[in-house]
């Protein structure tokens, strides 16, 4: 298995654009969750999906933040429009929960955004 | 949620065996300890998870006082390769989907040659 798929691995943008990042799970995982990692904040949970339904995103800093699971194949978290502050590495990770899945959380490599 | 607490960061050799103590006075009786592990630029990876006593595999043992107040991962003689964040949490199981898996500061763990 390919293991989760973030893409893109990098992004610089400039103040106000939007900014989508996107994560491929690994196949057959029915939990899926969105990370915010910066040295001043620490690994920060913003929102997870259970069956691509979202179960809490109480993480969310803001409205300018929204993320999609619209199948279970592939997530989206969006931000628009976008900060500095919101420079940062956002990594996605999925676990399984049925069948021979083990629970554990498996990340992505990670997005590092660079807003200036 | 539980609140765990762990040393900011240790430093040791290698070839020596590393304990990390993680402390959770607010366990509650449901909730297991899971460790992870976070090499710099990668995401974090699973290592161990246990409820009591002691949980050994082929990575590291985590061991469990009877209180369970407090939990110890232990990574027999160190290397190099081991220098990275080890984070302690403390929740719902593995296998629950009830889990909202929140991530501390962790212990940046560094070996020297």
């Known amino acids: ?116 | 949620l539980a609140k765990t607490t762990q040393p900011i960061s240790m430093d040791s050799y290698e070839g020596q065996e590393v304990n990390i103590t993680c402390s959770h006075n607010n366990i509650a009786t449901n909730d297991y300890i899971t460790w992870y592990q976070q090499f710099p630029s990668q995401g974090p990876r699973f290592i161990i998870q246990g409820y009591k006593t002691k949980v050994t595999n082929e990575v590291a043992s985590l061991f469990i006082p009877a209180d369970r107040k407090s939990s110890t991962l232990s990574l027999p003689r160190v290397s190099l390769s081991d220098t990275a964040v080890y984070y302690c949490l403390v929740g719902a199981p593995l296998y629950s989907s009830a889990s909202k898996i929140i991530f501390g500061s962790g212990t940046r763990l560094s070996i020297r040659p």
């Open chain 1, 1 to 116: 298995d390919a293991g989760v798929i973030q893409s893109p691995r990098h992004e610089v943008t400039e103040m106000g654009q939007e900014v989508t990042l996107r994560c491929k799970p690994i196949s057959g995982h029915n939990s899926l969750f969105w990370y915010r990692q910066t040295m001043m904040r620490g690994l920060e949970l913003l929102i997870y999906f259970n069956n691509n339904v979202p179960i809490d995103d109480s993480g969310m800093p803001e409205d300018r933040f929204s993320a999609k699971m619209p199948n279970a194949s592939f997530s989206t978290l969006k931000i628009q429009p976008s900060e500095p502050r919101d420079s940062a590495v956002y990594f996605c990770a999925s676990r399984g929960l049925a069948g021979g899945s083990t629970g554990e959380l498996f990340f992505g490599e990670g997005s590092r955004l660079t807003v200036l």
